[in-house]
């Protein structure tokens, strides 16, 4: 009993909220090696693999990051110089984007001129979404080119900023090394 008293005087202290701490790799990058339409260079610490959705279509992949839980599904499609093919892939893409609008607090659209004279739209959501940042990247006349980020994890995006961050890089620099191969 008297053990009982002494143990009831001590005074609790809460610990600090406590975070999870991400260590982040050195940006490394390698070129895609698969036969695709087009090439890239993409993230040394990232895996290649093909799709595997019952809707994939061929030349769908995926860039999967084992250490970080994110995914940035690619899938690219042939416009043959088909005006309304063309304009169907981006209405197509934007609804893609817009259907995050429930959880979104706000997305931000915005333009990339790369190296090689293509422009891709890029697309950056906010809030409890899915998917934080999504793109494509068109020719207009042959070649569509669209992705998305996401994660396999329930993790607030929030505490995920530095990833997104850190893979919104990557995506950037995929992006400005994308090239067509059968451009003249």
Not at 97 to 112: F, L, M, N, R, W
Not at 124 to 132: I, K, N
Not at 144 to 171: C, H, M, W
Request: glycine share 4%.
């Amino acid at each position: 009993m008297a053990a009982a008293i002494v143990g009831c005087g001590a005074e609790y202290t809460p610990k600090p909220k406590g975070y999870n701490r991400i260590d982040l790799p050195q940006a490394a990058y390698q070129q895609l090696q698969e036969a695709h339409p087009y090439t890239f260079e993409y993230s040394r610490h990232a895996k290649i693999r093909p799709d595997s959705s019952m809707i994939a279509q061929p030349h769908w992949i995926n860039i999967i990051y084992p250490s970080l839980g994110a995914n940035v599904q690619l899938t690219y499609k042939a416009i043959n110089n088909d005006p309304k093919a063309f304009d169907n892939l981006v209405e197509d893409a934007r609804k893609l984007t817009a259907k995050h609008q429930v959880k979104a607090y706000g997305i931000e659209e915005s333009e990339i001129k790369t190296p090689q004279g293509d422009v891709a739209s890029v697309f950056e959501l906010t809030g409890e979404v899915p998917s934080q940042f999504q793109f494509y990247v068109t020719d207009t006349t042959t070649h569509f080119f669209r992705g998305a980020l996401y994660f396999r994890t329930a993790t607030q995006n929030d505490s995920l900023a530095p990833v997104i961050e850190y893979v919104k890089k990557d995506i950037i620099h995929l992006l400005n090394t994308l090239e067509f191969k059968d451009r003249k």
